[in-house]
Structure formats: structure tokens, C-alpha cells
């Protein structure tokens, strides 16, 4: 890809990225929590549902589990701040029935849940790096812009849930998935963002994980986002990541495994 091309395309995808990662990795508050009752409800027959309700973690024990600084090697993490705090009601979706979907990329938590942290994991700069952010200002090319920006930035947002609710919201999240494959619009403080497509990838892990490659679209330019959920016992973790240079389209943008392999082994 030609430099100019490249750099057009680092800008549209950072306005996709401004409009789904920047408010989602400002998050919302740590530990929104409403207590810790475990015994509301029973299995209700759907197949994702375990054969009883699985204790809901308290927001002491979320805390634990949640992911810290060392869980991931070669990353930075850290909490997710309360300036951009995203009510469930502040995210809506032209098709009712992708508002899961939409709910998922930004960590907002379903009904019933009990406490939710959030954290942002962030690569660490290569120290092997080619090229730096100043390369790419003076415009060295596709090379230049592909090792400055081959980060992933992945908001994780970990939310424990009483009796059902937990199994329930990620079946939710699977069928919205395969029901808005075809894209939908997502509009979070006034500010709409185009999902072109849902494509569904592999990802492993807790009582039941799934993956998807969601595609936005800005201005007829396109950048993939990678969506994750897993469920262990009633808590349900949701990783929304973006890497700036597979927008350029010459690096290979994967689900991110390790994190979503340190959380699993966290809820353990």
C-alpha cells in the first residue's frame, strides 16, 4: 500500500476507532456494584444455561478476579476511568435486535448483574521497533506506519450476575451476533458509527467464549474491531479490541487470545 494511501486510511480509521474505543476504553466506574445476592432465579431450559445458578461474585471478589498489571506479558494495564462513563440507555441501535451487540463493544452490563470492572490492556511498544511515530509524521511510508502502530488496545469489562442472567446475556450476545451479521448503526452520545458486518472467529475458553470481527465503516474507509465474550459460572467478560495499523491493511489483526486466556485463568 502507497504511503499517502495508508495515512488516509490511519485517519479513517481513527475516527472509527475515536467513535468505539474512545468513550468504551474511558468506561464506566469500577465495581457498579448493587451487592452480592447469589440465589435469584433458576435455569430456564436455554442450552447455554447451567444446570443450576452459579454463584454471582461480589464486587470484592470481581476485583480480584479482574485482570492487573503483569496478568498479560508485554502489556499495560490499567483501569478504566469514570469521565466517560456510558449508561446502558446511552447506547442505541437502529435494529433492536443488535442493542446487545452494541451494549458488548462499549462493556455495558445486562440486567440483574451484580458488579462490573473495566480495564484497558494496551501493547507495550516493541523495543526492536523499526520505525517511530515520528517516522510516520514525516511520512516514511507503509512500513513506518505499520511498526509505529501495530498495538492492540483491548477494553475488557468483567461483570458478574445473579441466577441466570449471567448464561442469558451471552446467549443474547451470540444470537445478536448471527442476527446483525449484515451491520447495523450504533449511536453512543449523539455520535452514530456504521457496523458494516459481524463475522464470526474462534476463540476458546471458560464454560463458553465466542469471537467476532466487527467491521465498522467510516466515510467508505473500513476498520476491523475484534469482540469477544466469555462466560465462567455467572460472569460474563467482554474484550472489545482495535489495532490501528490492521486498518492499513497490511498486518494481520487476531483475536486478542492472551488476554482473553489471563482473564479465563483469573475467574478459575
Not at 451487540?101 to 523499526?130: F, L, N
Not at 492492540?152 to 450476545?173: I, K, Q, R
Not at 444470537?175 to 458509527?193: I, L, Q, R, S
Request: proline content about 4%; aromatic content about 4%; overall charge negative.
Amino acid at each position: 500500500m502507497r504511503a499517502t494511501a495508508v495515512r488516509r486510511t490511519a485517519l479513517a480509521a481513527s475516527a472509527a476507532a475515536l467513535a468505539l474505543l474512545a468513550t468504551a476504553c474511558g468506561g464506566s466506574s469500577d465495581a457498579d456494584a448493587k451487592g452480592g445476592k447469589d440465589e435469584k432465579g433458576a435455569a430456564n431450559g436455554s442450552s447455554s444455561a447451567p444446570e443450576a445458578p452459579a454463584k454471582a461474585l461480589t464486587a470484592a471478589e470481581l476485583e480480584t478476579a479482574t485482570l492487573a498489571q503483569g496478568d498479560v506479558k508485554g502489556t499495560k494495564i490499567t483501569k478504566a476511568g469514570p469521565a466517560d462513563e456510558v449508561p446502558a440507555d446511552g447506547v442505541k441501535a437502529d435494529k433492536e435486535a443488535c442493542l446487545p451487540v452494541a451494549h458488548a463493544m462499549y462493556g455495558v452490563a445486562q440486567k440483574d448483574a451484580v458488579a462490573t470492572t473495566k480495564r484497558k490492556v494496551i501493547d507495550e511498544p516493541k523495543a526492536d521497533g523499526k520505525k517511530s511515530l515520528e517516522d510516520v509524521a514525516k511520512g516514511e511510508g507503509a512500513d513506518a506506519f505499520k511498526d509505529a502502530f501495530n498495538l492492540t488496545s483491548t477494553f475488557v469489562a468483567l461483570t458478574s450476575y445473579e441466577g441466570t442472567a449471567g448464561p442469558d446475556t451471552f446467549a443474547a450476545l451470540k444470537k445478536a451476533a448471527a442476527e446483525c451479521a449484515g451491520g447495523f448503526t450504533a449511536t453512543v452520545a449523539n455520535t452514530p458509527t456504521k457496523v458494516a458486518s459481524i463475522t464470526e472467529e474462534k476463540v476458546t475458553g471458560g464454560d463458553e467464549a465466542a469471537a467476532w470481527t466487527v467491521t465498522s465503516e467510516d466515510d467508505g474507509e473500513t476498520a476491523p474491531f475484534k469482540l469477544v465474550a466469555l462466560r465462567k459460572g455467572s460472569s460474563v467478560a467482554t474484550f472489545f479490541a482495535f489495532n490501528l495499523a490492521a486498518a492499513g491493511g497490511d498486518v494481520k489483526f487476531e483475536v486478542p487470545a492472551e488476554v482473553v486466556a489471563a482473564q479465563d485463568k483469573k475467574l478459575a
